[in-house]
C-alpha cells in the first residue's frame, strides 16, 4: 500500500477512535458520573480481575504506573476504590472496587451498551463479526508487538 494511502486510512481510524472515545466519555459522564475513559477503564479491571496492585492495573490499563496512581487518587476522593498498602512492600499498593464503584462501573457498562448496541443493530451480523475480529486483530499485534520490545 502507497504511503498516501496509509496515512489516509491512518487517518481516518484515528478520527472515529477519538470521535468514539469521546463520546463515551461525554455518555459516562453525562448519563453515570464525572469520570475520564481512563478511570472507566481502571473500574473495568478492578470489577473484571478484583483486587489488583497499582502496577497490575496500569499493565493491563497499558499505561505508566505513575498515570494510575493519579487517576487513582481522583477514583478514591470519588469512594469509588479503596487503596491499601502492601503488606510486604511500603512501595506498592492494592486497588479494589468500593460497593458504589461497582455500581458506578455496572451503571457505565450499561450506558456503553446502549450506546452501543444501536449503531451494531444497523449492522448485518457478519459487518459486526468482522468488525470485532479486525479490532481484536489489531490489538493483538500492538500488544505482541508491546512484548517483543521489552
Known sequence: MDQ???KELIEQYANVYLFATKKLETLISEK??????????????????????LKEVAEKCGVHKSAITQKA????EKGLIIRKDHPHDRRSA???LTEEGSKVYLHSEEAIVVFISCFF????????AVFL???EKINNMIREKEESDK
Do not use: A, C, D
Open 4 to 6: 498516501r494511502k496509509m
Open 32 to 53: 453515570v458520573i464525572p469520570m475520564s475513559i481512563e478511570q472507566f477503564g481502571m473500574l473495568r479491571v478492578l470489577h473484571l480481575e478484583g483486587e489488583q496492585t
Open 73 to 76: 487518587v481522583r477514583l478514591e
Open 94 to 96: 492494592y486497588l479494589s
Open 121 to 128: 443493530e444497523q449492522l448485518e451480523p457478519n459487518e459486526v
Open 133 to 135: 475480529n479486525v479490532y
